[in-house]
């Protein structure tokens, strides 16, 4: 891959991220992209190519946050869909424009990537250090039942000297609510005339939604939920709801407010600034969430009103998440210690994905005797005549 700083073959091992085992993959540009999922505790669903393009949503298909698609295609979109940050750094007097995780720029860089992925599953973090301008991004990817889907990234200053950073961050193609799988599939640039976007301004809350349900009849199917995006972390100098100015910026342009963007597809956008001195970072978290009702979306309002700095009540539900998600795994003994912990962690994740093809027990370790005898009948005749089974309590652990 151009634009990267060193030769070093990939390399991964197990690593501790904020106290969570997880496995961390060096020199991640060496690798072709590849797939992986994120998981919840609740009805998230997230699955994210280590080029930082992705899709999710809740419950299935049909409530996409971006578009549900197959593997290679959300490779390839990585410029166009998902997370998407660009930078305008000024140090000693010379400003240049950094696009971590991009091709756009290949060569104009001496880059180094890494992917560290929490052994509990539920978040994922990748990393871009630029080896000319002394900075670090990370973005990480995780789920909250309450919130939704929650990316957070920081920016790291390690260099000799401070910078001024100019950026724009935020998601691209997002979806509005009420595109099923198949009109996705089917009918892309027709679903795009359907698209609005707007923005409340006072709180930068974005609404996704479809001016009305595309239908055959003609007969009126109003729209009456929306997907929505927000962000906290860094003092909004405006808000974007496109991805028609991000040119614009890239030349060093001024930008427009985007306060009702129609027949295009959607986007949530931040446009911000601020200051690192060496040895100093700085982190802004921006999330989305499918299918709030009008209600919904006023008691969202009327929280990021009441506060505009989230970034800690995030950080925890995320954590929460995990210690749920622990849990979970604990009741059908998917823990495993041992001197291996590449083979525990491997145990973990097959006991997860056992449960979320085929849920929990009922009872934690009990079982019906009546059930029991019943699986009998089918799987064992001779033994179940036995008159032994009907001495057998109501409960069997």
Not at 13 to 19: A, I, N, P, Q, V
Not at 24 to 31: N, V
Not at 184 to 201: N, P
Request: net charge negative; glycine share 10%.
């Amino acid at each position: 891959m151009s634009g990267v700083g060193t030769a070093e073959a990939p390399t991964g091992e197990l690593r501790e991220l904020d106290g969570e085992p997880g496995y961390h993959i060096a020199h991640l540009e060496g690798l072709a992209p590849f797939f992986m999922s994120v998981v919840s505790d609740s009805d998230l669903w997230l699955f994210l190519s280590s080029t930082g393009c992705l899709t999710a949503g809740r419950r299935d298909p049909d409530q996409a946050l971006f578009p549900y698609t197959t593997d290679d295609r959300i490779h390839d979109s990585a410029e166009v869909t998902g997370g998407k940050t660009l930078l305008r750094v000024t140090r000693g007097g010379e400003t240049a424009l950094w696009e971590p995780l991009s091709e756009r720029q290949a060569g104009r860089w001496r880059l180094e990537r890494a992917l560290w992925k929490g052994t509990l599953g539920h978040r994922v973090q990748l990393e871009e250090v630029n080896l000319d301008l002394g900075l670090t991004y990370r973005c990480q990817w995780a789920t909250s039942e309450r919130h939704g889907v929650v990316r957070r990234v920081e920016l790291e200053a390690w260099g000799d000297a401070p910078v001024a950073v100019e950026l724009l961050d935020g998601l691209q193609n997002v979806l509005p609510h009420g595109l099923d799988r198949r009109f996705q599939m089917e009918y892309s640039t027709l679903a795009d005339g359907y698209k609005r976007t707007e923005l409340l301004e006072d709180v930068g809350l974005a609404l996704f939604r479809l001016s009305s349900i595309p239908v055959d009849k003609a007969e009126p199917c109003e729209a009456l939920r929306v997907n929505v995006a927000w962000a906290t972390g860094l003092e909004a100098r405006t808000h974007l709801l496109s991805s028609a100015q991000l040119g614009a910026f890239r030349r060093g342009e001024g930008l427009r407010p985007e306060a009702d963007v129609r027949g295009q597809r959607g986007a949530f956008f931040v446009h911000s600034g601020f200051a690192l001195e060496p040895g100093t970072r700085r982190a802004w978290w921006v999330v989305a969430d499918v299918g709030l009702d009008a209600a919904a979306v006023v008691a969202l309002r009327q929280t990021l009103r009441d506060t505009s700095e989230r970034g800690c009540e995030l950080d925890a539900a995320v954590a929460d998440g995990g210690r749920n998600l622990r849990s979970l795994v604990a009741s059908v003994d998917g823990l495993q210690v041992t001197a291996d912990a590449l083979s525990g962690a491997r145990h973990y994740a097959n006991a997860l994905y056992n449960v979320m093809r085929g849920g929990l027990p009922l009872a934690g370790g009990e079982v019906s005797s009546a059930d029991f005898i019943t699986f009998l009948a089918r799987s064992n005749r001779d033994l179940a005549a036995s008159p032994l089974l009907q001495a057998l309590p109501e409960r069997l652990s």
